[in-house]
């Protein structure tokens, strides 16, 4: 169920790269790479963790977050979501996402979405989606998170597209295509809802 | 004339980050960080040369390119651009890299956009309009890249925003909204072309 025009592959770090910085969160990759006149240059790529976000769909409505950290000055829109721990699986990060930041589970979960956001960096963004999600208990929220959760309509989770702080621009994208074609827009809604529009 | 929504400032990398790192493109910077209970952990940001694309007019079309590099297998599609030299301003950037890639020069510039694409890191894209373009000279490409440009009509343009291999989302989001609302559409036309579509 990953749409085609994000499963695109970036082209991955080549098998001679060496690693030649390694941060909190990012390495740094060089190679010397061919150039079309056959003289060598250094290129250079960024790893670093992949993150999941959840599409929590509870009852008729979704959760969205205002969310605040501590070295950004204004609170920004997201969805629940984090990196993956070290070797940690994109699926089960999602889920312990989901848990800690909101409280709610799921037993329905999808793999919706994969997209690269940037050919210098190997990185995956997942996005998930949890249907029929139940409030479990309270979240627990880590040293550098203030989060509020909210449930809002799918007429407001169209209405992202227009929120100055929501800053995924692939999500904003697919929102503004079902907003603007009534079959995507029912698409997408039989896909979180499993009922028609 | 540039956009509020593409205005909004990230936030600078804090005063006291030190730089652990400086690769080609690249730099690391790291700063210890209050967390909301009080406890200090390492954050970490990074720096890149500022880049530059050109929305170029010449009579009723728009150039557009379709580009390949030496470390990617698949061609895609851009705009004239590229990266800013070190301390270059980026009009005299966007300036060079559409004489030196297409061989067209403007004397009706005007700075459309600028967005920082990722929060992690201390970058701008600046979004140049060149109108009126005159074809002046060859082009004269560095030996890494392989580019062909073609003018393509206002209609086509706004199709960009189906082009699998046009990697640029906030592009896609604008032509998007173009396509969908007449009033946006006929604006856009009348920037670019400086007459009613």
Redesign the interface.
Known sequence: MIK??AD?KR?PI?SQAKR??R????E?W?WP?????G?L????R?KRPDTVQVIAVAGDKILVQSQKQ????QAFTSLPGGRCNHRENPLVAAKRELREETGYESNDWLLWKQHS????IEWIIFTYLARSCIFKQRPRLD????IKNRLISFKDFLNLAED?NF?D??L??TL??A??DRRKKAGLYKLLFKKHI
């Open positions: 085609k025009s695109r082209d080549p030649v910085f941060g909190k969160i990012f740094v060089q790479q061919k150039m079309y006149d003289t240059h250094i290129f250079e960024l501590p070295d950004r000055k956001p940037m050919g210098k040293s550098g998170e203030k100055k800053f621009p692939q904003v994208i503004l295509r907003k603007h």
